[in-house]
């Protein structure tokens, strides 16, 4: 899945999902016109948390618990 992110000035629009780039490149295509030059914009690919933390933790990078997060972030601080 991707997101599409607009930034125009102070205004920040995310849009989607979409399921591939190339429909979030044909949308943005739709919603520039509509946007002032300055504007930027971004497609995002969007991960599952799930699949995510299951990588890291695969890694041996992330935690298993909550406890062992707080306990991590207590001693660095």
Same mark, same amino acid.
């Given at each position: 899945?991707?997101?599409?992110?607009?930034?125009?000035?102070?205004?920040?629009?995310?849009?989607?999902?979409?399921? +591939?780039?190339?429909? %979030?490149?044909?949308?943005?295509? &739709?919603?520039?016109?509509?946007?002032?030059?300055?504007? !930027?914009?971004?497609?995002?690919?969007?991960?599952?948390?799930?699949?995510?933390?299951? +990588?890291?933790?695969? %890694?041996?990078?992330?935690?298993? &618990?909550?406890?062992?997060?707080?306990?991590?972030?207590? !001693?660095?601080?």
């Amino acid at each position: 899945m991707y997101l599409l992110t607009i930034r125009d000035g102070l205004q920040t629009r995310h849009v989607g999902p979409y399921p +591939s780039p190339k429909q %979030a490149a044909d949308d943005l295509d &739709r919603l520039l016109p509509l946007c002032s030059e300055r504007a !930027r914009w971004q497609i995002h690919a969007l991960e599952d948390p799930e699949a995510f933390i299951a +990588s890291l933790q695969a %890694a041996g990078s992330a935690p298993t &618990r909550r406890g062992e997060a707080a306990g991590r972030l207590s !001693r660095v601080a």
